[in-house]
Nanobody
Framework: QVQLVESGGGLVQAGGSLRLSCAPSERTVSTTFMGWFRQAPGKEREFVSAINWNGDRTYYRDSVKGRFTISRENAKITVYLQMNNLKPEDTAIYYC????????????????WGQGTQVTVSS
């Protein structure tokens, strides 16, 4: 499994912004599709956003559309999640996800997970 390392989480007030980064150990078929999930305390892990190998296709859950932007940079290796106008309901541990053949929009489609980075939005 490819190793995924997330960073960029932190504490921010409602309306603020954060940018998360996910650095895979290598770019292979295993990172064809990349994405982000999040999990709040006591709740199931849920899909946030996903992007394909060259960054020209993206998907977002409805609640973050217009506020979050996913992108791939650094020769398509590093994946970012720019989060603007953050809301308290965005508070969760955010996990980077990778898949070699399927869009990582459900848990079963994910082949590799990052360790998670905490995002806390205060009101």
């Amino acid at each position: 499994q490819v190793q995924l390392v997330e960073s960029g989480g932190g504490l921010v007030q409602a309306g603020g912004s954060l940018r998360l980064s996910c650095a895979p150990s290598e770019r292979t078929v295993s990172t064809t599709f990349m994405g982000w999930f999040r999990q709040a305390p006591g709740k199931e892990r849920e899909f946030v956003s996903a992007i394909n190998w060259n960054g020209d296709r993206t998907y977002y859950r409805d609640s973050v559309k217009g506020r979050f932007t996913i992108s791939r940079e650094n020769a398509k290796i590093t994946v970012y999640l720019q989060m603007n106008n953050l809301k308290p309901e965005d508070t969760a541990i955010y996990y980077c996800a990778a898949s070699g053949s399927r869009w990582p929009v459900v848990l079963a489609s994910v082949d590799s997970w990052g360790q998670g980075t905490q995002v806390t939005v205060s009101s």
